[in-house]
């Protein structure tokens, strides 16, 4: 799997100063159909008229993004894993599934069209600040993929993959921003399209999904929903991580190295190799692989040189670039 840095996407919408002059569809029609203008001639009508042609634009872009459902195998038929983590059971990254799918493809061409609407629109309607969100969701699920460690191992063929901790947390707090400051009038509107995203403060985590009667498979819906579970997995990646270290802080504090001792560093080892997507101190790995192979004989670091099959590959490389680093 080969990682590249993405563009700068082309959907981000420009954010425009907060204020409170949103305008709705209605309030403009209503605006161009006052009796007065029958007999008199304004000079911004016509101005008012592009607004309401490109407000209505909006609004279509925002029915093709929630309201249709598409054919075709893509990630929004998919069923979210029962549990949160990058890293599927079978070694899949699930980061990657999201950005490489076409829903992802399909969302991105929405977000251009919105994106040339907005450049020619005068006035803030409420689709437009949910475009201007969405264009920032993306951003980070992008910024996310673009920090994904790839470094080049001399005599090895295999990337390893990673997330750093410091790196994570920075994604973490940046993706906490995006969901979490979206309005209750943001949310309101996403309601009407039948979408709902609810941000829980007690456990940080955020849920987004279809609403009875919307589209089931619209490719907003599908690939949201899949952003939503990527910023979740992201945190409970970065929570077994910091729990595992404090277990071996805990182990090497002791400074024993029984039987016992050394068969649960072994373990916590196996644990990294097949569990960990978020790197831990690298010298706390240093440590452990520095105590096993003291103690091991040559035929069991032979064993423990072995390649993991499955999940297990990309972390056991990750480990392996951590040590050697």
């Avoid at 409170?20 to 209605?26: A, E, G, K, L, T």
Wanted: glycine content about 6%; some cysteine.
């Amino acid at each position: 799997l080969r990682v590249s840095k993405r563009r700068e996407p082309q959907y981000a919408l420009e954010e425009k100063p907060e204020s409170n002059s949103i305008i709705s569809v209605i309030q403009l029609k209503k605006f161009l159909n006052y009796p007065l203008l029958k007999y008199i001639s304004m000079p911004e009508e016509e101005a008012v008229r592009q607004a309401l042609h490109h407000a209505l634009a909006m609004q279509e872009k925002m029915v093709e993004m929630f309201g249709k459902d598409r054919d075709g195998d893509r990630v929004d038929r998919t069923a979210l894993p029962h549990y949160a983590s990058l890293l599927g059971e079978t070694g899949e990254f699930f980061l990657y599934r999201v950005l490489q799918s076409p829903a992802y493809e399909e969302m991105e061409k929405v977000m251009a069209g919105a994106n040339i609407c907005a450049e020619k629109f005068p006035v803030r309607t409420q689709d437009g600040l949910t475009f201007e969100w969405l264009g920032r969701v993306m951003k980070w699920i992008e910024s996310v993929a673009d920090l994904v460690e790839v470094p080049s191992h001399t005599g090895g063929f295999l990337d390893k993959l990673y997330l750093s901790l410091e790196d994570t947390q920075r994604m973490i707090d940046d993706g906490y921003g995006v969901f979490f400051n979206l309005s209750e009038d943001g949310k309101k509107h996403l309601l009407k399209h039948k979408v709902s995203v609810i941000c829980r403060k007690s456990t940080g985590k955020v849920s987004i999904k279809n609403c009875k009667g919307g589209s089931n498979l619209s490719v907003g819906v599908g690939v949201l929903r899949w952003i939503g579970f990527c910023y979740n997995s992201l945190i409970d990646d970065m929570t077994n991580t910091v729990h595992w270290m404090k277990r071996t802080r805990a182990i090497l504090k002791t400074k024993v190295e029984t039987p016992e001792i050394l068969a649960e560093l072994s373990t916590l080892l196996d644990e990294a190799r097949n569990d960990l997507v978020v790197a831990p101190d690298n010298e706390i790995l240093q440590r452990i692989n520095y105590i096993l192979k003291e103690h091991s004989s040559p035929q069991k670091e032979a064993c423990a040189n072995e390649q993991p099959q499955g999940r297990a590959v990309f972390v056991h490389d990750l480990l392996e670039h951590a040590i050697h680093k």
